[in-house]
């Protein structure tokens, strides 16, 4: 079974600095989509970055890059310049590219910039 | 319209009765998916339509759930004689098509609770 691992439950940062929330998976396949997105207090969850697995190259998104390390099976998100508008619930997901539409969600890690 | 819409946003009532969830995709979107997030968890995966049929119903956790996509466009998630089990928050998401690489798109979500 597939399965997401979010080991952070909780993590703070200072506005202006740098922080990484980690995130590891599990599957058997070679195919895949990685994606991380941000529940604000709204309950809304934006879409943050997308990655797909057959590209070595990292996704980057202005101040939002990831690290992905396939062989390790490992998708750390990095945010660069930390806002308050930041501070959210950061959910790593995961889907298989054919044969099903489930994306599979990590437990969250809540992220919390402070001033 | 502009986004993923969801009513009602919140949703209070007692075990045993009968509740229903709507969501109004965004407009173009043929496909549309019904996720479950509990309390400190990421979502899970309900069902998902593509047009009108239910494509893939596995997460549906037994028989008191049921959803319908009659036109193709708003979807509502039925879910009988509740129980205080199913207290949570729903989220409905659309994207452009089948392909898993496709963004999804979340509405803020309904949340459920059963006294």
């Known amino acids: 079974a597939q399965t997401v691992t979010q080991s952070q439950p909780e993590m703070s940062v200072q506005e202006a600095e740098t922080v990484t929330l980690s995130c590891t998976y599990d599957?058997?396949?070679?195919?895949?989509?990685l994606f991380w997105y941000k529940q604000p207090p709204s309950r809304q969850m934006i879409l943050v970055i997308r990655?797909?697995?057959?590209?070595?190259q990292n996704a980057t998104e202005n101040r939002f890059s990831v690290n992905f390390q396939k062989a390790a099976k490992s998708f750390s998100l990095k945010i660069s310049d930390s806002q308050l508008g930041d501070t959210a619930m950061y959910f790593c997901?995961?889907?298989?590219?054919?044969?099903?539409?489930?994306?599979?969600f990590g437990t969250g890690t809540r992220l919390k910039v402070l001033a | 319209g502009a986004g993923v819409s969801q009513t009602p946003s919140n949703k209070v009532t007692e075990k045993g009765k009968y509740v229903e969830l709507r969501c109004d995709p965004i407009s173009g979107h043929t496909a549309l998916y019904w996720y479950r997030q509990s309390l400190g968890q990421g979502p899970e995966f309900l069902i998902y339509?593509?047009?009108?049929?239910?494509?893939?119903d596995s997460g549906l956790p037994n028989d008191r759930f049921f959803a319908v996509r009659p036109e193709g466009s708003v979807s509502t998630l039925k879910i009988q004689r509740t129980e205080r089990g199913d207290s949570a928050v729903y989220l409905c998401?659309?994207?452009?098509?089948?392909?898993?690489?496709?963004?999804?798109?979340f509405g803020e979500g309904s949340w459920l609770t059963v006294v």
């Open positions: 990655q797909e697995a057959y590209k070595q």
């Open positions: 599957t058997s396949e070679n195919n895949y989509y």
């Open positions: 998401a659309s994207s452009l098509g089948p392909s898993s690489g496709n963004t999804i798109y």
């Open positions: 997901a995961f889907i298989h590219t054919s044969g099903t539409y489930k994306y599979i």
């Open positions: 339509f593509q047009g009108t049929g239910a494509a893939d």
